[in-house]
Every structure is written in C-alpha cells, then in structure tokens.
C-alpha cells in the first residue's frame, strides 16, 4: 500500500513539474527575459541537476550559425562527441537581445572549439552542454544561465 502511495505521488509530483515548466516556457515565449534573468523554473532547476549527474566527455564545435531573428539575434551551436568509440552530434541554439552578444560568444565558440559535453548514460544520442562545464566561456559566467 506505501509503494502505491508513494508511486502516486510521485506522478502528481512529475505532473506539477511539468506544468509549472510548460507555463515558464509560455511565458518566457511571450516576454522573452533578458539572458542575464538568472532565476529557473522547477522544471528548470530539476533538469539542471539531472544533467549535472550525466557522463562528460570531449567534444568540439563543427558549425555556428547566427541569424536575426525577428526581435532577437539566434546563436546556433552545432557540435560532435565521442562515446567509446561512436561519433554523436548535438546542435544547440542560444537566443540573444544584441548582436553585440551574439559577435562576443562567435570570438570563444568557433569551429574546432573544445567543448565538455554531457550525455545520457542510457541514451548516449542525447547530450547536453552545461555552462559551468565550458572553459572557453568562464569568463561570461556572470552573464548567461545555464
């Protein structure tokens, strides 16, 4: 009867985190916050600490792409790693009020760039780049969030 219970709870719990991340995304889609909004979801937040727990392995950039978008400038990341000897690729894109900004990351995100990529153990297709992993971008840790 406790497992119950606590399988229970446990779903209402992962359905509250889901709506409380589908309504950050919503919002954050209509007043788009500038990247400098340090505050996280639960969604967010839970996501993080999840990522934080995956493998790190080496990769490197392949191709950066920035484009105008509408009001925002987009800095798009694609990126490779290598998991026991298989090549995997992820792609990632950064949104950005300025092209100041977006020129700032391009100087230390450039193909050939090394990067510390985190992957899911149990899907090693799925990657993820924390910020706090990245070297090269120390020095802006004040002015993105991860």
């Not at 987009?74 to 092209?99: H, K, N, T």
């Not at 090394?114 to 297709?125: F, G, N």
């Amino acid at each position: 009867m406790e497992h119950l219970l606590l399988l229970v709870l446990r779903g209402l719990w992962l359905l509250i985190v889901a709506a409380i991340e589908a309504c950050g995304r919503f919002w954050k889609w209509i007043v788009a916050p500038p990247l400098t909004h340090s505050k996280r979801t639960v969604g967010e937040a839970w996501r993080h600490a999840l990522v934080a727990s995956w493998p790190r392995t080496d990769g490197a950039v392949e191709h950066i792409n920035v484009e105008e978008c509408f009001t925002e400038w987009r800095f798009e990341v694609a990126y490779s790693y290598e998991v026991d000897g298989a090549i995997y690729s992820g792609y990632l894109v950064l949104p950005f009020a300025r092209q100041s900004d977006t020129e700032r990351l391009g100087s230390l995100l450039y193909p050939g760039a090394p990067l510390i990529v985190r992957y899911d153990y149990q899907h090693r297709d799925r990657p993820a780049l924390l910020l706090s992993d990245q070297d090269c971008l120390r020095c802006l840790a004040g002015q993105f969030v991860d």
